[in-house]
Nanobody, 122 residues
Framework: QVQLVESGGGLVQAGGSLRLSCEASGTFFSVNSMGWYRQAPGKQRELVATITRVYSTNYADSVKGRFTISRDNAKNTVHLQMNSLKPEDTDVYYC????????????????WGQGTQVTVSS
């Protein structure tokens, strides 16, 4: 059983910072790509940032220069440092990981965290 547990959401004023963390736990061979997505009520989930196991990163244009994704392969964790937050960053943020588990191919399966609320006040 694989779980992704998120932490670090909350309420912050515009211009402030938050750091989200996500840890993958359970029985698996390796965690491939990891990332963060966000979703507002009634809207589609959208990519925020992803990072591969060899630390190649990808960001949504809306967060480039403000957000930084990082990971610790030894701890199976991924972090999202969010600076210069804007009210439009308000969303539920979801951790995503592609994980190679027993019974899957090395290409792995996608897993999602439960989501953590980020609210940026103006």
């Amino acid at each position: 059983q694989v779980q992704l547990v998120e932490s670090g959401g909350g309420l912050v004023q515009a211009g402030g910072s938050l750091r989200l963390s996500c840890e993958a736990s359970g029985t698996f061979f390796s965690v491939n790509s990891m990332g963060w997505y966000r979703q507002a009520p009634g809207k589609q989930r959208e990519l925020v940032a992803t990072i591969t196991r060899v630390y190649s990163t990808n960001y949504a244009d809306s967060v480039k220069g403000r957000f930084t994704i990082s990971r610790d392969n030894a701890k199976n964790t991924v972090h999202l440092q969010m600076n210069s937050l804007k009210p439009e960053d308000t969303d539920v943020y979801y951790c995503n990981a592609n994980i190679w588990t027993v019974g899957s191919t090395p290409g792995g399966n996608d897993y999602w965290g439960q989501g953590t609320q980020v609210t940026v006040s103006s």
